[in-house]
């Protein structure tokens, strides 16, 4: 291009459509200052100004050169990137994701997007230093706020909101500004920092032989500085950058030897951006072959990816589904292309990135929650540089930059833990990562000794590729299981607190044979409630209607929906006598009753209270790993693909509690959570056991887990599923009505029904309150809809859903009320 064309063409007025970070319904589109032509892309981040005066970072979705019709567009502030930090396709995945489960663009960039690539705004206002200016052709208002300058030195826009008792301020100020009495800075602060480490260099002064000479020479004194030298010098042979630490340990010079050298010019310091991913790589064997079972399935698994662009893989716990994973991934990097690994939870990830990290080395990046803001940043612009050909993480994972992906694996696909629940987009790791393999023309394998219901479904009626490994690795059996009847344990007092003797006598032998125990309690925190035993009075909380449950570790009543907490009450509130019982039982009270029967074991404990910060996981694990705990007590979190080679036993301490909850999915959860957990024990050559403590003892699904029949499990739900109109043969969309009056939430629920009713008819069910009916003093009704898949346009559902919230939403009547939609619950 020409020097007069590019003159030309940065002079068009250009117009960028942007995402902001709200939830709003629509993009808006503002006008590009003609020095910010050329700096302009899709996917880079701008800075605007919106409302009167709140300053946000905004993603570039399109340009144009036509102005909008309803509204005069504002000037971008800024432009924060060089190259986009976002590609087409991932716009186009928010897009889809956006539309398909009704949520606001804006909240699909708040999920999307790292904390630290999100940018907080000050504006901060100055008085100009210009002793030449005359005060007295201003207005009063800004002679104030120019006195207020005088006082304090600096202020925001908040203060000067404050001074002036108006909102209304940017016009006020943008005139100062334009006269020059004020100076106004946007200060954009970039909350993504490197990771810098300092490493030492010999000054240049000493880096000849004679200059290294007088160097010693002149250290004859200070023997440990001179020890520091001589390793700095060694360390030199092998290593560029040599870190303060690596002269300690090579030299055993303390840090203030160090020190002294660094302040007597021996040593200059450079600062180094490092990778916040360092580690050693952990001694596994890469060197694996497959067996018989394993490489009929691989071949199978790499035919039905010739015609299907999804494959399910049903292998059985301990069958070797990541030895699996592993060479497919190899073969995709093999081809120049990238491989995501998606695992439902943040305590899989250690485990299996040990295995990974001694295949793929640098190459495998790691991504999930409990990383803080920089090192999700980090992986963030690495993926997009293609520094991590292989990235392994939980659901958010499916949001990163990648830009040549060939493979996607989803482990456990059945966990529900990859449905993101609040806040919006409520959407399904699985289903999203479909669509992005769909994007990318990449292929999909969902994995799971359980699959869920809907994707064996898909399999079964051809919509993806089915393949089945039902054969243990090795020589590992799966285990036998099980079934106490506790009630009849307890007529022949042979329980002893929570464990039948079966149970209790079965953890002693196991330990004698110095293996180990699981123990799973689907609930955390110590006794579920508090009830007097006189007048009944249970302890709620006062913003949920749900009881406390008493955490012995704090000694304190916590609520899990809001977080309040309380003190244990000596008395009963309602009644005044000293009659509060405990009810049920959780992690910590199980633990605390096993010590008592048993008090020579080792107990640890896997829950979300003793797993708290980024190492928490790992450190438990690890720990019954190395063989430091004999009996690990825990909730689903035992559930999850866990790889614990001397595990021979395990206990379900109460079935009952998964098995009869009041939700469509209860059995097949029921099914899933007793199998995944069973297959914990025996997972190398000792056969393991199963206890399943319940007092239903002759239930279906228990008869089933005892069987290992999932084949029954799939075939007796999925008759009752078409029975009554549920997933896979129909979509459900729940919409929730909040509001904290009880009164207007129960009405407006009736309104929006009826207002559904009129467009979908008999698809509408309720309202009715849910479970739990009130969350953080907001009262929900809650309004199913089931539509089916045949016959009918989804799109065209959800354009009239849309219609009738909007609707809704403009009756006075409903002012204030909230609806949340939720595409696909799960």
């Not at 009450?569 to 959780?586: D, E, I, N, V, Y």
């Amino acid at each position: 291009m020409s020097q007069a064309e590019l003159l030309a063409s940065n002079r068009k007025t250009l117009f960028v459509e942007v995402i902001l970070p709200l939830a709003i319904a629509k993009n808006y589109t503002y006008r590009v200052p003609l020095e910010l032509n050329d700096k302009v892309k899709v996917g880079c981040r701008v800075i605007v100004q919106f409302g009167k005066n709140k300053i946000y970072s905004a993603i570039i979705v399109a340009l144009s050169e036509e102005a909008p019709l309803q509204y005069e567009a504002k000037y971008i502030l800024d432009v924060v990137d060089d190259d986009p930090i976002i590609f087409p396709n991932q716009i186009a995945l928010w897009n889809w994701i956006s539309e398909y489960y009704m949520c606001f663009p804006g909240d699909v960039m708040q999920a999307a997007l790292p904390a630290a690539l999100k940018m907080a705004s000050e504006t901060k206002i100055m008085a100009a230093d210009d002793p030449t200016l005359d005060r007295s052709q201003i207005s009063d208002k800004g002679y104030m706020i120019l006195e207020a300058l005088d006082l304090a030195g600096e202020l925001t826009v908040n203060d000067v909101i404050k001074i002036l008792g108006q909102k209304t301020v940017f016009p006020l100020l943008r005139s100062l500004f334009e006269k020059g009495y004020i100076l106004i800075s946007e200060e954009i602060k970039e909350k993504y920092k490197a990771k810098t480490k300092a490493f030492l260099r010999l000054a240049s002064i000493f880096n000849d032989a004679d200059g290294k000479r007088e160097l010693l020479d002149s250290l004859n004194k200070a023997p440990k500085q001179q020890d520091a030298v001589l390793a700095f010098m060694q360390l030199q042979k092998t290593k560029t950058d040599i870190s303060r630490q690596d002269v300690m340990e090579a030299s055993g010079a303390s840090a203030s030897a160090i020190t002294a050298l660094i302040d007597k010019g021996v040593f200059d310091v450079k600062e180094k951006v490092v990778s916040r991913f360092e580690g050693t790589d952990v001694l596994l064997s890469p060197d694996f072959t497959f067996n018989e079972a394993q490489q009929t399935a691989f071949d199978q698994i790499k035919f039905n990816f010739e015609s299907k662009d999804v494959v399910l893989l049903h292998g059985v716990t301990a069958s070797g589904k990541t030895q699996l994973y592993i060479r497919l991934i190899e073969e995709c990097l093999a081809t120049g292309k990238s491989a995501l690994y998606l695992l439902p939870e943040i305590a899989l990830t250690a485990q299996i990135t040990e295995r990974l990290k001694l295949h793929f080395g640098d190459k495998l990046g790691v991504y999930h929650s409990r990383f803080n803001d920089n090192e999700r940043a980090e992986v963030w612009h690495r993926v997009r540089k293609g520094d991590f050909q292989v990235v392994i993480g939980a659901r958010s994972s499916v949001f990163l930059p990648f830009f040549d992906l060939g493979l996607i694996i989803v482990d456990e696909e059945h966990e529900n833990s990859y449905k993101q629940y609040d806040p919006a987009p409520r959407y399904h790791a699985r289903d999203t990562a479909i669509y992005l393999g769909h994007q990318h023309q990449a292929k999909v394998l969902l994995g799971s000794a359980t699959p869920s219901v809907e994707s064996y479904y898909n399999a079964k009626a051809g919509k993806y590729g089915l393949v089945e490994l039902l054969q243990r690795f090795g020589e590992a059996k799966l285990p036998e299981i099980q079934i106490v009847d506790i009630a009849e344990a307890g007529r022949k007092e042979e329980m002893f607190s929570y464990f039948s003797g079966t149970l209790l006598k079965a953890i002693q032998t196991t330990i004698a044979n110095k293996e180990q125990v699981i123990l799973f309690q689907n609930r955390r925190g110590h006794t579920p409630f508090l009830q007097c035993g006189t007048c009944g009075y249970v302890a709620k909380c006062v913003n949920c209607d749900v009881s406390l449950t008493y955490h012995k570790t704090s000694n304190l009543l916590h609520c899990h929906y809001c977080g309040f907490s309380e003190e244990m009450p000596q008395t009963c509130p309602a009644c005044g006598l000293p009659h509060m019982q405990s009810k049920g039982f959780g992690t910590e009270r199980v633990e605390e009753e096993l010590e008592l029967l048993l008090p020579d074991l080792r107990i640890g404990r896997l829950d979300l209270d003793s797993t708290k910060g980024k190492h928490g996981f790992d450190r438990v694990i690890s720990a019954f790993d190395n063989q430091e705990f004999d009996v690990l007590i825990g909730t689903q979190m035992v559930t999850k693909g866990l790889d614990f080679g001397n595990v021979s036993l395990i206990g379900v301490i109460n079935a009952d509690g998964m098995v009869n909850f009041p939700d469509f999915r209860a059995y097949e959860r029921a099914f899933s959570l007793f199998s995944q957990v069973s297959g914990r024990a025996g997972r190398r050559q000792n056969p393991g056991q199963v206890i399943i403590q319940t007092y239903t003892p002759n239930h279906r699904i228990l008869e089933q887990v005892q069987q290992h029949d999932y084949e029954g499990m799939f075939m007796t739900e999925v008759t009752e599923r078409k029975n009554y109109q549920y997933p896979p043969f129909y979509r459900l969309i729940k919409l929730d009505v909040k509001h904290k009056d009880q009164d207007l939430v129960n009405d407006s629920a009736i309104r929006l029904a009826s207002l559904l009713r009129q467009q979908l008819g008999a698809r509408v069910l309720g309202p009715e309150p849910p479970l739990v009916s009130r969350v953080r003093n907001n009262f929900i009704q809650t309004i199913t809809l089931k539509i089916e898949r045949k016959d009918i346009s989804i799109s065209k559902v959800k354009d009239l859903i849309k219609q009738s919230i909007l609707h809704f939403d403009l009756d006075k009547k409903n002012k204030g009320v909230r609806i949340q939609i939720d595409v696909d619950p799960y």
